[in-house]
């Protein structure tokens, strides 16, 4: 069975940092992929931040983290970690760790846009919470 468990969510001020982990256990090679994504408080839907396939290295950011947040792996760990940076209030809210078995990008494009594929293990998720 796949698991997926994410940690590192906190209370921050404006401008700080903090680093979110991932860890999908239960895939049994490499053709995999590990999204991030944001619930804003009182918000019903869950919004794609990044994303980073382990088959095809293809990393996504959603426009209002670029540059600012970084997602990185460790394959050996099958662990992903998501550094955010220069925190703004827009920012805070459940960040949920999703996982699937996929090949090639974690992202598809459609009307002009990109979109994170479907996942169907998800993690419980983490607060982040960011004070002006």
């Known amino acids: 069975d796949v698991q997926v468990v994410e940690s590192g969510g906190g209370l921050v001020h404006t401008g700080g940092s903090l680093r979110l982990s991932c860890t999908a256990s239960?895939?049994?090679?490499?053709?995999?992929?590990i999204g991030w994504f944001r619930q804003a408080p009182g918000g019903k839907e869950r919004v794609g931040v990044s994303?980073?396939?382990?088959?095809?290295?293809?990393?996504y950011y959603a426009n209002s983290v670029k540059g600012r947040f970084t997602i990185s792996s460790d394959n050996a760990k099958k662990t992903v970690y998501l550094q955010m940076n220069s925190l703004k209030s827009d920012d805070t809210g459940v960040y949920f760790c999703?996982?699937?078995?996929?090949?090639?990008?974690?992202?598809?494009?459609?009307?002009?846009?990109?979109?994170?594929?479907?996942?169907?293990?998800w993690g419980q998720g983490t607060q982040v919470s960011v004070s002006s």
């Open positions: 999703a996982a699937d078995s996929m090949r090639g990008p974690c992202t598809y494009y459609r009307e002009g846009y990109y979109y994170q594929r479907h996942y169907s293990y």
């Open positions: 239960g895939f049994t090679n490499n053709d995999y992929a």
């Open positions: 994303c980073i396939s382990f088959s095809d290295g293809s990393i």
